[in-house]
């Protein structure tokens, strides 16, 4: 619903990935004229990856739990999702005609499993709003009076610029962090990769015979915290659900000591009496890889890697290693491989309206903020809730002027 404003001012929201896109159907909803500027040829670039995983829009669980999520961010966070909580994103997403189910995980998707459809109906409700769309238009600086320049020299005099232009994993997709150079004076924390794989120096023999495998049913423990899940097994360390759930403390370990250990439960829903009871049979002339295959029933990555824990000169006994294999994380995965971003602007550089304390007119959302959360659908979560939370911010502060 459009409701007309008695003086409708120009708006331009840069970065037209999720946050982008929200901001502007939040600003064009109230009656101002809104300019999308997006670097790439499309919009929402990103937003069509994550559609390849089924695009996981948000999570069912209780509030409480859903903003544990956001960590050291959850107080700042807060308000801006009891403004718009799991249960509003699922009603937007559905009146854009794409109703949604409840996974087994409690993780919520689209019925579609994927974006496009869900993005052509957004990009059509944001054309009947009047919204437009301006593509391969690259942003590269703003002037004190609000003058905002493009890579191809032209310039605009917006009444507000919102500031949607996200972190910078996967920066073929047009998100690349070269904002970070933009925004002179401004606290930007360093912008690190999140949900992320970590490298391990795997021996050349396990990396040639288990690397693309998945190690399937199986615990992590990294400080306090277990994870059960699934991890895949790469030519240069460890990725997937599982591990990026750990990613942030693990990222944050190795950052202080340098290297981190993970140590992995193979038999989580085993305990360590029972294994040895089992491993206790005799074991005749069968090879140890055979006898665990056998009495453990482990999977071939699975004896690899108890293995590598024995070539490495591990000496605790099999049962206990097999519910506890350390495995030592020496770096995460590049940024650009990442599933999103840790760092960015800092929070304490915006007003409660998520505009600029230092830049009168200048709005920011998104995955350029500093605030981090694991996969679940925490991410599109808290962008869609910021892109929202700004476009009220900007309609506010132009109504006060
Ligand atoms: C493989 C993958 C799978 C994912 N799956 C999920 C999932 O299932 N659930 C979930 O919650 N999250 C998921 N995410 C994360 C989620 O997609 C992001 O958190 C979200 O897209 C961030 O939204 P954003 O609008 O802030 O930034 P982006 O989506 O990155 O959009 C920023 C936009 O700004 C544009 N831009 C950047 N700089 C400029 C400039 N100077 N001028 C003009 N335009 C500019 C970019 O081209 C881009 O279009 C996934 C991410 C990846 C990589």
């Known amino acids: 619903m459009i409701y007309p404003s008695p003086c409708p001012r120009e708006v331009a929201v840069i970065g037209g990935g999720p946050t982008g896109l929200m901001a502007a159907e939040t600003v064009a909803a109230a009656g101002h004229r809104v300019t999308i500027y997006e670097r790439m040829p499309s919009p929402g670039r990103k937003l069509l990856m994550a559609g390849r995983g089924g695009l996981n829009l948000t999570h069912s669980e209780p509030l409480d739990h859903f903003l544990a999520r956001y960590s ?43 974006a496009s459809p869900l993005l052509r109906a957004w990009l059509t409700r944001l054309g009947s709003f009047g919204a437009r769309l301006v593509t391969r238009a690259r942003w590269t600086a703003r002037d004190p009076d ?16 919102i500031l949607a232009l996200g972190g910078a994993s996967w920066p073929r997709l047009g998100a690349d962090g070269s904002w970070t150079a933009v925004l002179p004076g401004v606290a930007i924390a360093p912008l690190r990769p999140a949900n992320c794989g970590f490298a391990v120096a795997w021996s050349a023999s396990f990396r040639t015979r288990h690397a693309g495998t998945p190690l399937k049913r199986i615990a992590l423990h990294h400080q306090d915290r277990t994870i059960r899940g699934e ?25 202080h000591d340098g290297t981190t250990t993970l140590t992995i439960d193979l038999r989580p829903d085993i305990a360590e009496p ?82 600029l304390k230092r830049h009168p007119g200048l709005f920011a959302a998104g995955e350029m903020l500093d605030w981090e959360a694991p996969t679940g659908g925490y991410l599109l979560t808290a962008c869609l809730a910021t892109g929202r939370a700004v476009g009220h911010g900007a309609v506010a502060w132009l109504a006060s002027r």
């Open 72 to 114: 050291e961010a959850a107080p700042w966070v807060a308000p801006i999702l009891d403004d718009f909580p799991p249960n509003a994103l699922i009603a937007w997403c559905e009146a854009l005609g794409q109703p949604t189910f409840i996974g087994s995980s409690g993780r919520v998707f689209p019925k579609a499993m994927k």
């Open 146 to 161: 609000g003058t905002i320049h493009f890579a191809d020299g032209t310039t605009q005099r917006p009444d507000a610029t």
């Open 274 to 355: 029972e294994l040895t009871r089992r491993l206790a049979a005799p074991r005749g002339r069968a090879s140890l890889s055979s006898h665990l295959k056998r009495h453990a029933i482990l999977s071939p990555v699975a004896i690899g890697l108890l293995q590598e824990a024995l070539h490495q000169g591990n000496t605790t006994t099999l049962p206990r290693l097999i519910k506890a294999v350390p495995v030592t994380l020496t770096a995460p995965f590049s940024l650009d491989r990442a599933i999103s971003t840790a760092g960015g602007l800092a929070l304490d550089e915006l007003d409660a309206r998520l505009m």
């Open 231 to 255: 991890a895949m097994v790469t030519e240069a360390g460890l990725e997937g659900g599982a591990i990026y759930a750990l990613s942030a403390p693990l990222r944050d370990a190795i950052a």
